[in-house]
């Protein structure tokens, strides 16, 4: 999957102004192919993502805000870790209804049609996926790691094009990483990257 990458406004650390490691510095802006995961590996780890309702969100031009996509209901966050085939049926479910909502408040009421929410729904759940921030973080010659990932999908108001937005933290090294639990890791660092058109009929 090609995706372009940059810095996510001013890439500079709270503490001190850290210079951007090398790779980063030489392309701030570019693209890459990175390889999806098998399509059963890849609904396992979406389910994962979506399940907790806290790593992915949605923006049109038509919200004032981003805005939460998450489950209404589902398996408890004890349960995430060791998903089933119903598991993760149900969160693909559960993320179409909660897509379908979002994008028809968005649209002023109107349903989207059903067969554009099915391809973004099936699209966007093989992008969002922490697999492709690492192999960028990889192929930058940085530690193979994607820290704090969160995913937004950005769909233009007439509904003719969408994107996966993936954001996260990366590091040349260990010692740029602060934070003692996965959800507090951060670095210096956060790299944008964004998918081609979910909604293209070449994809």
Same mark, same amino acid.
């Given at each position: 999957?090609?995706?372009?990458?940059?810095?996510?406004?001013?890439?500079? $650390?709270? !503490?001190?102004?850290?210079? +951007?490691?090398?790779?980063?510095? %030489?392309?701030?802006?570019?693209? @890459?192919?990175? #390889? &999806?995961?098998?399509?059963?590996?890849?609904?396992?780890?979406?389910?994962?993502?979506?399940?907790?309702?806290?790593?992915?969100?949605?923006?049109?031009?038509?919200?004032?805000?981003?805005?939460?996509?998450?489950?209404?209901?589902?398996? $408890?966050? !004890?349960?995430?870790?060791? +998903?089933?085939?119903?598991?993760? %049926?149900?969160?693909?479910?559960? @993320?179409?209804? #909660? &897509?379908?909502?979002?994008?028809?408040?968005?649209?002023?009421?109107?349903?989207?049609?059903?067969?554009?929410?099915?391809?973004?729904?099936?699209?966007?759940?093989?992008?969002?996926?922490?697999?492709?921030?690492?192999?960028?973080?990889?192929?930058?010659?940085?530690?193979?790691?994607?820290?704090?990932?969160?995913?937004?999908?950005?769909?233009?108001?007439?509904?003719?094009?969408?994107?996966?937005?993936?954001?996260?933290?990366?590091?040349?090294n260990t010692k740029q990483i602060v934070g003692d639990r996965p959800e507090s890791k951060r670095t210096p660092f956060c790299v944008r990257?964004?998918?081609?058109?979910?909604?293209?009929?070449?994809?």
């Amino acid at each position: 999957m090609g995706c372009g990458c940059g810095k996510d406004g001013q890439v500079v $650390s709270a !503490a001190q102004k850290e210079p +951007l490691p090398a790779s980063l510095a %030489a392309a701030s802006r570019g693209r @890459f192919q990175s #390889s &999806l995961p098998s399509f059963a590996e890849g609904r396992r780890d979406f389910a994962r993502i979506f399940l907790p309702g806290r790593q992915i969100f949605i923006w049109t031009p038509d919200m004032p805000n981003i805005r939460p996509l998450k489950p209404s209901a589902g398996p $408890s966050s !004890a349960h995430i870790g060791d +998903l089933n085939e119903l598991a993760v %049926a149900k969160a693909e479910e559960l @993320f179409r209804d #909660s &897509l379908t909502a979002q994008l028809t408040q968005a649209c002023g009421g109107s349903a989207p049609p059903a067969k554009l929410v099915d391809l973004l729904s099936r699209r966007a759940m093989r992008a969002m996926t922490v697999n492709v921030g690492i192999d960028f973080a990889t192929k930058m010659d940085l530690l193979p790691t994607f820290l704090q990932p969160f995913f937004l999908i950005i769909v233009l108001s007439d509904l003719s094009e969408a994107r996966a937005a993936t954001y996260g933290f990366v590091a040349a090294n260990t010692k740029q990483i602060v934070g003692d639990r996965p959800e507090s890791k951060r670095t210096p660092f956060c790299v944008r990257l964004l998918s081609p058109d979910l909604l293209s009929a070449s994809e």
